[in-house]
């Protein structure tokens, strides 16, 4: 049997969060490993393996070498999720695109993880040990402009925001997004259509199993992710990813989202070699 330590980032709060790897957890420890979660760079104990589970956009060096201690590390691959690491359709002042556009943070989730670390340093006198990315928010959802000429100089002088091409994926229902989560080489993806363009948990109106396009297999592979979850969309027969996250939360639970947290669980045997 395996033991597993969690590393999280000193204020990540992770059990009042609610991750999946919450989830996950509970059926290795059912399954008779050992699983420890450890928050901050104090004293790590001793494991067979490390899942790097730090809620931050980009995982601090400090944490990423002391988990070199462990044989295997998860997520070791995947240190930094921002959107000019993960997107490939920015655009930049002056190119060419006469479609809409949207603008978003560089740093995952709008950056609130990090404002939330930003201010526990500051409340406790601490150095902050946060990659040097500007903390800075933009409307939630984000907001859709119908053109590159309407973006003002703003954003564009905001070395914080980005700006990217708007590539919806549409059908008769509304607008769709899909999601696909992966531990080893358990899955599962879903495609969920709501009523916004940016769909969110608060306008789906369906939702379907699809699923897993090559393209996105090459994208996981790029982006060095052991587990995860990625949301993208399929336009024109082309997949394209929006967002990389090493820390997604938990669905709403049910008895078939258990079940399958239960064989995405099982994907875990195949990374203690992998990570």
Same mark, same amino acid.
């Given at each position: 049997?395996?033991?597993?330590?969690?590393?999280?980032?000193?204020?990540?709060?992770?059990?009042?969060?609610?991750?999946?790897?919450?989830?996950?957890?509970?059926?290795?420890?059912?399954?008779?490993?050992?699983?420890?979660?450890?928050?901050?760079?104090?004293?790590?104990?001793?494991?067979?393996?490390?899942?790097?589970?730090?809620?931050?956009?980009?995982?601090?060096?400090?944490?990423?070498?002391?988990?070199?201690?462990?044989?295997?590390?998860?997520?070791?691959?995947?240190?930094?999720?921002?959107?000019?690491?993960?997107?490939?359709?920015?655009?930049?002042?002056?190119?060419?695109?006469?479609?809409?556009?949207?603008?978003?943070?560089?740093?995952?989730?709008?950056?609130?993880?990090?404002?939330?670390?930003?201010?526990?340093?500051?409340?406790?006198?601490?150095?902050?040990?946060?990659?040097?990315?500007?903390?800075?928010?933009?409307?939630?959802?984000?907001?859709?402009?119908?053109?590159?000429?309407?973006?003002?100089?703003? !954003?564009?002088?905001? *070395?914080?925001? %980005?700006? =990217?091409?708007?590539?919806? &994926? #549409?059908?008769?229902? $509304? @607008?769709?997004?899909?999601?696909?989560?992966?531990?080893?080489?358990?899955?599962?993806?879903?495609?969920?259509?709501?009523?916004?363009?940016?769909?969110?948990?608060?306008?789906? !109106?369906?939702?379907? *199993?699809?699923? %897993?396009? =090559?393209?996105?297999?090459? &994208? #996981?592979?790029?982006? $060095? @992710?052991?587990?995860?979850?990625?949301?993208?969309?399929?336009?024109?027969?082309?997949?394209?990813?929006?967002?990389?996250?090493?820390?997604?939360?938990?669905?709403?639970?049910?008895?078939?989202?258990?079940?399958?947290?239960?064989?995405?669980?099982?994907?875990?045997?195949?990374?203690?070699?992998?990570?």
């Amino acid at each position: 049997m395996a033991r597993i330590v969690v590393i999280t980032h000193a204020y990540d709060n992770f059990r009042a969060r609610k991750p999946l790897l919450g989830s996950l957890a509970k059926h290795w420890i059912d399954a008779g490993h050992s699983v420890d979660v450890v928050a901050g760079l104090g004293d790590w104990p001793d494991a067979d393996v490390s899942i790097l589970h730090v809620d931050l956009s980009v995982v601090p060096d400090t944490y990423r070498e002391a988990a070199k201690r462990y044989p295997v590390v998860i997520n070791g691959g995947a240190p930094d999720v921002r959107k000019t690491r993960v997107s490939r359709n920015l655009l930049k002042r002056g190119d060419e695109w006469d479609g809409p556009v949207v603008v978003k943070t560089d740093l995952n989730y709008s950056g609130i993880p990090e404002r939330h670390a930003a201010e526990c340093f500051r409340r406790d006198g601490r150095t902050p040990d946060l990659a040097p990315s500007p903390l800075v928010s933009t409307d939630r959802p984000y907001p859709i402009l119908a053109s590159i000429g309407a973006v003002p100089d703003t !954003i564009w002088n905001n *070395p914080g925001l %980005v700006v =990217e091409r708007f590539l919806p &994926e #549409r059908d008769e229902r $509304g @607008f769709c997004m899909r999601a696909w989560v992966f531990c080893g080489d358990r899955e599962r993806c879903t495609r969920y259509c709501g009523t916004h363009p940016i769909v969110k948990t608060a306008n789906i !109106i369906a939702h379907e *199993p699809v699923s %897993v396009p =090559e393209e996105l297999r090459a &994208e #996981r592979e790029r982006l $060095g @992710f052991d587990y995860g979850k990625f949301d993208f969309v399929v336009r024109d027969g082309r997949s394209i990813l929006l967002d990389a996250n090493r820390t997604p939360s938990a669905p709403p639970a049910s008895p078939t989202m258990e079940a399958s947290n239960a064989q995405l669980a099982g994907g875990f045997l195949g990374l203690l070699g992998n990570g």
